[in-house]
């Protein structure tokens, strides 16, 4: 239903965002235009968007970085538009995260069209996901001696963001813990930085697991929600002193 694709807009010439938000609206549309990148960042905490509008060329910060910290912290459809069209041009669009690359100048009806399918294409697969199936065996978290093993297998030490990554996730095993609620808890902060820092961290968990236990570690992503475990994990407490 075209009421519920709320549209953040990112433009900063006038007379184009005021023309493009006049349009929109008057067929059903919803936007919140904004002028610049600090604003978008701004709108964000205040509204959910079903799809964000990106000029690249901003004067604080290119659209191409939007992108990225959208596609990382959000679940909203990006359509890049850009008076660039060289083959380079959609290639950067599409690597930072763009579902659509639109090149200006923008007939209004086809925005619009671009929005509603986009739109309706995300709204229908938002339907809550199940929770994962559990792989086979065991594995253990011990706080104390920062390490990880699976059943029997030697230990893997850990280090104290891997730790508490493990930890967040094995309050949960089998369902997503949303990202942001992993980087407040990492990184005390919700941003593009501290979103790429848990994305190394990710990679790099899973690399020293498979290379020190030649097994793979289950620590799966979920597209647009954020990490979940699963398999069967727990929490050894403490011996008593």
Not at 44 to 68: C, M, T
Request: charged residues 20%; contains cysteine; proline residues 5%.
């Amino acid at each position: 239903m075209s009421a519920a694709i709320n549209v953040i807009l990112v433009e900063d010439d006038p007379d184009l965002r005021e023309s493009v938000v006049e349009w929109m609206e008057l067929h059903g549309i919803p936007v919140c235009a904004v002028r610049n990148a600090a604003e978008f960042y701004q709108a964000l905490p205040n509204r959910q968007f079903r799809v964000a509008v990106i000029d690249v060329g901003l004067p604080d910060q290119e659209g191409y970085v939007l992108a990225e910290y959208a596609r990382a912290n959000t679940a909203m459809g990006i359509i890049i538009l850009t008076a660039r069209s060289t083959i380079d041009d959609k290639l950067r669009g599409y690597q930072a995260g763009a579902d659509i690359f639109m090149v200006k100048p923008v007939d209004c009806r086809e925005l619009a069209a671009v929005i509603h399918s986009l739109g309706a294409r995300l709204q229908a697969a938002a339907a809550p996901a199940a929770p994962a199936t559990l792989a086979g065996g065991h594995w253990h978290i011990s706080p104390t001696l920062w390490e990880l093993r699976l059943d029997d297998a030697p230990a893997v030490t850990l280090s104290q963001k891997e730790l508490q990554l493990l930890e967040l996730l094995a309050a949960q095993p089998g369902s997503a813990v949303p990202k942001r609620s992993i980087l407040a808890r990492l990184y005390q902060r919700d941003d593009y930085s501290s979103s790429r820092s848990l994305d190394t961290l990710v990679r790099r968990l899973r690399a020293k697991i498979l290379r020190q236990l030649g097994q793979e570690l289950p620590l799966r992503t979920v597209h647009a929600v954020g990490y979940c475990f699963a398999a069967e994990i727990s929490v050894e407490e403490a011996e008593p002193v």
